[in-house]
Protein backbone atom coordinates (compact mmCIF):
# COMPACT_ATOMS: atom_id res chain seq x y z
CA UNK A 1 0.00 0.00 0.00
CA UNK A 2 1.51 3.32 -1.01
CA UNK A 3 -0.06 7.13 -1.64
CA UNK A 4 -0.21 7.88 -5.32
CA UNK A 5 2.05 9.85 -6.96
CA UNK A 6 5.08 9.05 -4.84
CA UNK A 7 8.13 7.45 -5.38
CA UNK A 8 10.64 5.90 -3.41
CA UNK A 9 13.92 7.56 -2.59
CA UNK A 10 17.35 5.29 -1.61
CA UNK A 11 18.80 6.73 1.65
CA UNK A 12 22.60 6.96 1.69
CA UNK A 13 23.05 5.01 4.79
CA UNK A 14 22.02 1.53 5.27
CA UNK A 15 20.15 -0.57 7.67
CA UNK A 16 23.35 -3.01 7.57
CA UNK A 17 25.68 -0.12 8.37
CA UNK A 18 23.35 1.33 10.92
CA UNK A 19 23.41 -2.36 12.41
CA UNK A 20 27.51 -2.75 12.28
CA UNK A 21 27.29 0.65 14.25
CA UNK A 22 25.90 -1.09 17.07
CA UNK A 23 27.54 -4.35 16.65
CA UNK A 24 23.94 -6.20 16.29
CA UNK A 25 21.71 -7.93 14.16
CA UNK A 26 18.39 -6.19 14.18
CA UNK A 27 15.13 -8.22 14.81
CA UNK A 28 11.73 -8.09 15.88
CA UNK A 29 10.54 -9.86 19.24
CA UNK A 30 6.79 -9.95 18.49
CA UNK A 31 5.07 -10.92 21.93
CA UNK A 32 1.86 -12.28 21.74
CA UNK A 33 -1.02 -13.45 24.06
CA UNK A 34 -4.08 -12.75 25.80
CA UNK A 35 -4.89 -9.89 27.69
CA UNK A 36 -2.62 -9.94 31.60
CA UNK A 37 -0.88 -13.00 29.72
CA UNK A 38 2.54 -11.09 31.00
CA UNK A 39 3.28 -9.77 27.35
CA UNK A 40 4.15 -6.05 28.86
CA UNK A 41 5.89 -7.78 31.69
CA UNK A 42 8.36 -10.17 30.55
CA UNK A 43 8.71 -7.71 27.30
CA UNK A 44 9.93 -4.98 30.06
CA UNK A 45 11.95 -7.24 31.28
CA UNK A 46 13.67 -8.56 28.26
CA UNK A 47 14.34 -4.63 27.02
CA UNK A 48 15.89 -3.71 30.64
CA UNK A 49 18.58 -6.85 30.65
CA UNK A 50 19.18 -6.07 26.79
CA UNK A 51 19.65 -2.54 27.92
CA UNK A 52 22.32 -3.69 30.57
CA UNK A 53 23.95 -5.83 27.87
CA UNK A 54 24.39 -3.18 26.18
CA UNK A 55 22.14 -3.77 23.29
CA UNK A 56 20.46 -1.19 21.34
CA UNK A 57 16.75 -1.63 21.41
CA UNK A 58 13.39 0.09 21.93
CA UNK A 59 9.96 -1.36 23.32
CA UNK A 60 6.00 -0.43 21.64
CA UNK A 61 3.63 -1.37 24.20
CA UNK A 62 0.42 -2.29 23.13
CA UNK A 63 -1.53 0.19 25.68
CA UNK A 64 1.01 3.01 24.79
CA UNK A 65 0.62 2.82 21.72
CA UNK A 66 -2.71 3.18 22.22
CA UNK A 67 -2.80 6.76 24.02
CA UNK A 68 -0.89 8.19 20.67
CA UNK A 69 -0.55 6.95 17.28
CA UNK A 70 -3.14 4.22 17.55
CA UNK A 71 -5.31 6.07 19.94
CA UNK A 72 -7.84 6.81 17.14
CA UNK A 73 -8.20 2.77 17.10
CA UNK A 74 -11.43 0.32 19.22
CA UNK A 75 -11.41 -3.21 19.50
CA UNK A 76 -13.47 -4.44 16.63
CA UNK A 77 -12.07 -6.60 14.01
CA UNK A 78 -11.40 -3.93 11.86
CA UNK A 79 -9.51 -1.48 14.11
CA UNK A 80 -6.94 -4.52 15.47
CA UNK A 81 -5.97 -5.54 12.18
CA UNK A 82 -5.46 -1.85 11.47
CA UNK A 83 -3.38 -1.29 15.00
CA UNK A 84 -1.20 -4.39 13.86
CA UNK A 85 -0.92 -2.90 10.37
CA UNK A 86 0.64 0.19 11.70
CA UNK A 87 2.70 -1.44 14.89
CA UNK A 88 4.57 -3.56 11.75
CA UNK A 89 5.07 -0.82 10.07
CA UNK A 90 6.91 1.31 13.10
CA UNK A 91 8.64 -1.81 14.29
CA UNK A 92 10.14 -2.20 10.43
CA UNK A 93 11.29 1.40 10.61
CA UNK A 94 12.78 0.80 14.05
CA UNK A 95 14.84 -2.37 12.71
CA UNK A 96 15.63 0.26 9.65
CA UNK A 97 17.16 2.09 12.52
CA UNK A 98 19.44 -1.10 13.48
CA UNK A 99 16.99 -1.86 16.62
CA UNK A 100 16.13 -4.99 18.55
CA UNK A 101 12.54 -3.87 18.68
CA UNK A 102 9.98 -5.58 21.05
CA UNK A 103 6.46 -5.21 20.16
CA UNK A 104 3.57 -6.05 22.95
CA UNK A 105 0.10 -6.66 21.57
CA UNK A 106 -2.49 -8.95 22.23
CA UNK A 107 -2.59 -9.44 17.98
CA UNK A 108 -5.04 -12.31 18.03
CA UNK A 109 -5.18 -12.48 14.48
CA UNK A 110 -2.70 -15.28 12.74
CA UNK A 111 -3.03 -13.47 9.41
CA UNK A 112 -2.06 -10.30 10.65
CA UNK A 113 1.12 -11.20 12.51
CA UNK A 114 2.12 -13.20 9.28
CA UNK A 115 1.91 -10.11 7.58
CA UNK A 116 4.01 -8.57 9.52
CA UNK A 117 6.78 -11.36 9.79
CA UNK A 118 6.52 -10.88 5.48
CA UNK A 119 7.27 -7.05 5.69
CA UNK A 120 10.81 -7.92 7.21
CA UNK A 121 14.37 -10.32 6.30
CA UNK A 122 14.46 -13.67 6.66
CA UNK A 123 15.00 -14.73 10.07
CA UNK A 124 14.26 -11.18 11.78
CA UNK A 125 10.73 -12.05 13.17
CA UNK A 126 10.82 -13.78 16.08
CA UNK A 127 7.65 -14.76 17.94
CA UNK A 128 7.25 -15.19 21.19
CA UNK A 129 3.60 -16.39 22.21
CA UNK A 130 3.36 -15.41 26.29
CA UNK A 131 1.54 -18.71 27.02
CA UNK A 132 -1.11 -18.06 30.12
CA UNK A 133 -4.10 -19.86 30.29
CA UNK A 134 -7.33 -18.06 30.51
CA UNK A 135 -8.21 -18.71 34.02
CA UNK A 136 -4.74 -17.77 35.16
CA UNK A 137 -4.84 -14.53 32.87
CA UNK A 138 -8.30 -13.95 34.92
CA UNK A 139 -7.08 -14.73 38.33
CA UNK A 140 -4.48 -11.65 37.72
CA UNK A 141 -7.00 -9.38 36.36
CA UNK A 142 -4.41 -6.71 36.69
CA UNK A 143 -6.29 -3.57 35.43
CA UNK A 144 -9.85 -5.06 35.97
CA UNK A 145 -10.85 -5.24 32.95
CA UNK A 146 -11.81 -9.58 32.94
CA UNK A 147 -14.39 -8.68 35.47
CA UNK A 148 -16.12 -5.68 33.53
CA UNK A 149 -15.81 -7.83 30.43
CA UNK A 150 -17.71 -10.82 32.56
CA UNK A 151 -20.12 -8.22 33.73
CA UNK A 152 -20.73 -7.41 30.15
CA UNK A 153 -19.41 -3.74 30.84
CA UNK A 154 -16.48 -4.27 28.28
CA UNK A 155 -17.40 -5.87 24.70
CA UNK A 156 -15.52 -7.73 22.04
CA UNK A 157 -13.18 -8.90 24.85
CA UNK A 158 -9.97 -11.60 23.83
CA UNK A 159 -10.58 -14.55 25.20
CA UNK A 160 -14.11 -14.22 26.01
CA UNK A 161 -16.04 -12.79 22.46
CA UNK A 162 -13.39 -12.10 21.21
CA UNK A 163 -10.98 -14.26 18.72
CA UNK A 164 -7.28 -15.54 20.01
CA UNK A 165 -5.55 -16.91 17.45
CA UNK A 166 -2.73 -19.69 19.13
CA UNK A 167 0.68 -19.10 17.72
CA UNK A 168 0.84 -22.55 16.15
CA UNK A 169 4.66 -22.64 15.46
CA UNK A 170 6.07 -20.23 17.81
CA UNK A 171 9.57 -19.54 17.97
CA UNK A 172 10.07 -18.97 21.56
CA UNK A 173 7.28 -20.24 23.48
CA UNK A 174 7.06 -18.84 27.08
CA UNK A 175 5.29 -20.76 30.19
CA UNK A 176 4.69 -17.51 32.82
CA UNK A 177 2.66 -19.60 34.90
CA UNK A 178 5.62 -22.28 36.06
CA UNK A 179 8.18 -19.59 35.38
CA UNK A 180 9.52 -16.42 36.79
CA UNK A 181 9.96 -12.77 35.38
CA UNK A 182 13.55 -13.30 35.11
CA UNK A 183 12.94 -17.03 33.91
CA UNK A 184 11.36 -15.82 31.27
CA UNK A 185 13.06 -12.79 30.35
CA UNK A 186 16.39 -14.99 30.34
CA UNK A 187 14.83 -17.43 28.15
CA UNK A 188 14.23 -15.05 25.73
CA UNK A 189 17.34 -12.96 25.71
CA UNK A 190 19.18 -16.29 25.65
CA UNK A 191 17.54 -17.14 22.28
CA UNK A 192 18.42 -13.72 20.96
CA UNK A 193 22.08 -15.11 21.84
CA UNK A 194 22.35 -18.21 20.46
CA UNK A 195 21.19 -17.00 17.32
CA UNK A 196 23.63 -14.34 16.81
CA UNK A 197 21.33 -11.46 17.35
CA UNK A 198 23.52 -9.86 20.22
CA UNK A 199 27.02 -10.48 19.37
CA UNK A 200 30.26 -11.21 22.05
CA UNK A 201 31.75 -7.81 20.34
CA UNK A 202 28.88 -5.57 20.79
CA UNK A 203 28.39 -6.96 24.64
CA UNK A 204 32.59 -6.19 25.32
CA UNK A 205 31.84 -2.88 23.58
CA UNK A 206 29.00 -2.32 26.28
N1 LIG B 1 -11.96 -5.44 24.29
C1 LIG B 1 -10.66 -5.54 24.65
N2 LIG B 1 -9.97 -6.65 24.33
C2 LIG B 1 -8.67 -6.73 24.67
N3 LIG B 1 -7.98 -5.76 25.32
C3 LIG B 1 -8.64 -4.63 25.66
C4 LIG B 1 -10.01 -4.47 25.33
N4 LIG B 1 -10.40 -3.25 25.79
C5 LIG B 1 -9.35 -2.67 26.35
N5 LIG B 1 -8.27 -3.49 26.28
C6 LIG B 1 -6.93 -3.09 26.72
O1 LIG B 1 -6.18 -2.88 25.53
C7 LIG B 1 -4.99 -3.65 25.51
C8 LIG B 1 -4.86 -4.45 24.20
O2 LIG B 1 -4.44 -3.61 23.18
P1 LIG B 1 -3.68 -4.23 21.93
O3 LIG B 1 -3.35 -3.08 21.06
O4 LIG B 1 -2.56 -5.08 22.40
O5 LIG B 1 -4.81 -5.17 21.28
S1 LIG B 1 -4.86 -5.80 19.83
O6 LIG B 1 -3.51 -6.32 19.52
O7 LIG B 1 -5.26 -4.76 18.88
O8 LIG B 1 -5.86 -6.88 19.91
C9 LIG B 1 -5.09 -4.62 26.65
O9 LIG B 1 -3.80 -4.59 27.21
P2 LIG B 1 -3.08 -5.89 27.75
O10 LIG B 1 -3.88 -6.28 28.95
O11 LIG B 1 -1.71 -5.37 28.10
O12 LIG B 1 -3.04 -6.94 26.69
C10 LIG B 1 -6.17 -4.07 27.56
O13 LIG B 1 -5.57 -3.31 28.58
N1 LIG C 1 6.18 -15.04 35.10
C1 LIG C 1 5.46 -13.94 34.88
N2 LIG C 1 5.63 -13.25 33.75
C2 LIG C 1 4.89 -12.13 33.50
N3 LIG C 1 3.96 -11.63 34.34
C3 LIG C 1 3.75 -12.29 35.50
C4 LIG C 1 4.48 -13.48 35.80
N4 LIG C 1 4.05 -13.91 36.99
C5 LIG C 1 3.11 -13.05 37.41
N5 LIG C 1 2.92 -12.05 36.53
C6 LIG C 1 1.97 -10.94 36.68
O1 LIG C 1 0.99 -11.03 35.65
C7 LIG C 1 0.55 -9.73 35.26
C8 LIG C 1 0.75 -9.60 33.76
O2 LIG C 1 0.30 -8.32 33.34
P1 LIG C 1 0.84 -7.64 32.02
O3 LIG C 1 2.32 -7.78 31.93
O4 LIG C 1 0.24 -6.27 32.01
O5 LIG C 1 0.19 -8.58 30.91
P2 LIG C 1 -0.24 -8.19 29.41
O6 LIG C 1 0.71 -7.12 28.94
O7 LIG C 1 -0.10 -9.46 28.65
O8 LIG C 1 -1.65 -7.71 29.53
C9 LIG C 1 1.37 -8.71 36.05
O9 LIG C 1 0.64 -8.30 37.16
C10 LIG C 1 2.59 -9.55 36.48
O10 LIG C 1 3.17 -9.09 37.68
Known amino acids: MKTENTVWHNQQISKAQRAD ?5 PALLWYTGLSGSGKSTVANAVDALLFKLGCHSYLLDGDNVRHGLNGDLGFSD ?5 NIRRISEVAKLFLDAGLVVSTA ?3 PFASDRAQAKAKLEEGEFIEVYIDTPISVCEAR ?6 KKARAGEIKDFTGIDSTYDVP ?5 HVKTDTKSVEECAEQIVGYLMAKGFITQASLQSA
Open 105 to 107: FIS
Open 21 to 25: LKQQK
Open 168 to 172: VNPEI
Open 78 to 82: EARVE
Open 141 to 146: DPKGLY
